[in-house]
C-alpha cells in the first residue's frame, strides 16, 4: 500500500467546526493545513483542535478523495475550508467564487468588499446550486470575452432581479 499522503480532518472541538485536506507526506513532519481561512487560524489559537487520519494513499489518490469529502461539506457552515481542494471555486460562508480564466472580477451580486477578488465570479450559494454545472460553465465561458461579459452582466442583472 502506497501511503506517500494521507487526508485527514482537523476537528474544532469547542465549536464543532472542521478543516479537511490532504498532505503528501508524514502525519508527524509538523504540517497543519494550507487554509487561507483568517477566521480558523483564530480558532487554531484559541481552541482545541483534534485531528483525524481518513485515508492514506499516493497523492492522486488522496486529492481525489479530498475533493469528494469537500463536495459533501459544499453547504455545511461549520466546514472551514474555502476550496474544493482544486481551486475551482472558493466558499465564504454564503458566497460561491468560480474562478475564470479571464482574471476580471465580475460581481454576480453585491459581494462583501473583504470577498472581492480580481479572479472569480461571485454567487450567492443558493444562485450557484440553482444554475447548476451548465449554467455555471456559461457564465466562465462568458467571461472571457468582452461580447460575452455583457451577455453574463445581463443575465446578472435578471438574475437579481428576479433574485435567482
Given at each position: 500500500m502506497n501511503s506517500e499522503a494521507f487526508v485527514y480532518r482537523l476537528n474544532n472541538i469547542t465549536n464543532g467546526r472542521y478543516y479537511i485536506g490532504y498532505h503528501k507526506g508524514t502525519e508527524s513532519d509538523g504540517y497543519i493545513c494550507s487554509s487561507k481561512n483568517y477566521e480558523f487560524w483564530q480558532d487554531l489559537q484559541e481552541c482545541i483542535f483534534t485531528r483525524d487520519v481518513l485515508h492514506y494513499g499516493t497523492k492522486d489518490?488522496?486529492?481525489?478523495?479530498?475533493?469528494?469529502?469537500?463536495?459533501?461539506?459544499?453547504?455545511?457552515?461549520?466546514?472551514?475550508?474555502?476550496?474544493?481542494?482544486?481551486?475551482?471555486?472558493?466558499?465564504?460562508?454564503?458566497?460561491?467564487?468560480?474562478?475564470?480564466?479571464?482574471?476580471?472580477?465580475?460581481?454576480?451580486?453585491?459581494?462583501?468588499?473583504?470577498?472581492?477578488?480580481?479572479?472569480?465570479?461571485?454567487?450567492r450559494k443558493k444562485t450557484y446550486i440553482k444554475l447548476g454545472y451548465h449554467g455555471i460553465k456559461r457564465d466562465v465561458k462568458d467571461a472571457q470575452s468582452f461580447i460575452g461579459r455583457i451577455k453574463l452582466n445581463t443575465r446578472q442583472i435578471i438574475r437579481k432581479i428576479l433574485c435567482l
Open positions: 489518490e488522496c486529492k481525489l478523495h479530498e475533493s469528494v469529502l469537500l463536495s459533501e461539506c459544499f453547504l455545511d457552515s461549520k466546514c472551514y475550508n474555502f476550496s474544493d481542494g482544486n481551486g475551482g471555486f472558493l466558499l465564504r460562508n454564503t458566497w460561491v467564487g468560480v474562478q475564470v480564466p479571464s482574471k476580471l472580477l465580475i460581481e454576480a451580486e453585491t459581494i462583501p468588499i473583504e470577498y472581492k477578488t480580481t479572479e472569480f465570479i461571485w454567487y
